[in-house]
């Protein structure tokens, strides 16, 4: 009878601790209006306000490179860019409509997709220090995420590496991305190691 009530009062003890962490979670995040007038949804920190202006900046940078690339796939003649124009094309009727988001602290996800476009979610800081990563970094780990987006295959196939490449050599023509050679120069992304770069 005595180890029923014990286990009772674990299973109780387990849940409370979990339903505490899940609502401490919940609860650290708020809308914050950002510089574009749209609101993201951040982490309730001091520098919450800056956490939903690089967001609002990462959107209007990726907005940018799809509706460059969009604009140039009507009327070209290049094999390379005609290749990826229905690609283009499924991201560019999805980024206006994706909700976009910090993730929450205190979990192992970094950032990811969710429905090939209906919701993107991004790790904006370290998880050491907390210090908000660079918007260079973040456009690196962006443009893996639309590439999701614009992929008709789930997870990282050939395919989809393919567009992830061709999207990042675009956004590095355009200046929207700036090469860091990881392999030399690691750079701590949201608890991970960034230690490669797929342009090489």
Do not use: Q, W
């Not at 929450?104 to 210090?131: H, M, P, Q, W």
């Not at 061709?166 to 050679?181: C, M, P, Q, S």
């Amino acid at each position: 009878m005595d180890n029923k009530i014990i286990i009772i009062v674990l299973i109780i003890l387990i849940f409370i601790i979990y339903y505490k962490r899940y609502n401490n979670i919940i609860e650290k995040m708020s809308f914050i209006e950002a510089f574009d007038k749209k609101k993201y949804l951040v982490r309730d920190l001091v520098d919450k306000k800056n956490s939903a202006n690089l967001l609002a900046e990462l959107m209007t940078n990726l907005k940018k490179l799809i509706v460059n690339l969009k604009i140039k796939s009507e009327n070209t003649k290049d094999k390379e860019l005609l290749k990826y124009k229905p690609f283009i094309e499924t991201i560019y009727n999805k980024i206006d409509k994706v909700s976009v988001r910090e993730n929450e602290g205190g979990n192992d996800l970094t950032s990811y997709s969710v429905n090939k476009g209906e919701e993107l979610v991004f790790c904006i800081r370290s998880k050491a220090s907390n210090r908000i990563h660079d918007i260079n970094e973040l456009m690196y780990v962006a443009i893996h995420e639309i590439s999701h987006i614009g992929c008709p295959e789930t997870g990282h196939t050939k395919l989809f590496a393919n567009i992830n490449l061709f999207l990042l050599r675009k956004a590095l023509e355009t200046g929207l991305y700036n090469y860091v050679d990881y392999g030399r120069y690691p750079v701590e992304y949201c608890g991970m190691t960034l230690s490669t770069n797929i342009l090489g």
